[in-house]
Nanobody
Framework: QVQLVESGGGMVQAGASLRLSCAAS????????TAWFRQGPGTEREFVAA???????WYGDPAKGRFTIARDNAKSTVYLQMNGLKPDDTAVYYC????????????????WGKGTQVTVSS
């Protein structure tokens, strides 16, 4: 079992930055894939970014050029640095962990946190 706890969300204005954190326990974080998904009002949960066991980052369309995913193995934490936030980034951001499979597919992830709200005003 893997437990995931997100933090770092908040309300910001367009153009601001936020850093989300996902603290993992129950497994060595470098032995699993860890990802961020988000779900905005009335939308499907979508892939944002992931980091693989070998520390390779993967990005979905919402993240490219603005977000960076990173992992601190000593702290068992994965971060999502979000820059240049836009109102369209408003969503609940979820951390997820996977034993393997397609890294961007929601169905690959067995473990989920409860999410952290990000609200971006114009």
């Amino acid at each position: 079992q893997v437990q995931l706890v997100e933090s770092g969300g908040g309300m910001v204005q367009a153009g601001a930055s936020l850093r989300l954190s996902c603290a993992a326990s129950g497994r060595t974080i470098s032995s699993i894939f860890t990802a961020w998904f988000r779900q905005g009002p009335g939308t499907e949960r979508e892939f944002v970014a992931a980091i693989s066991r070998d520390d390779s980052p993967w990005y979905g369309d919402p993240a490219k050029g603005r977000f960076t995913i990173a992992r601190d193995n000593a702290k068992s934490t994965v971060y999502l640095q979000m820059n240049g936030l836009k109102p369209d980034d408003t969503a609940v951001y979820y951390c997820a962990a996977s034993e393997g499979g397609s890294i961007s597919a929601r169905s690959s992830y067995e473990y989920w946190g409860k999410g952290t709200q990000v609200t971006v005003s114009s």
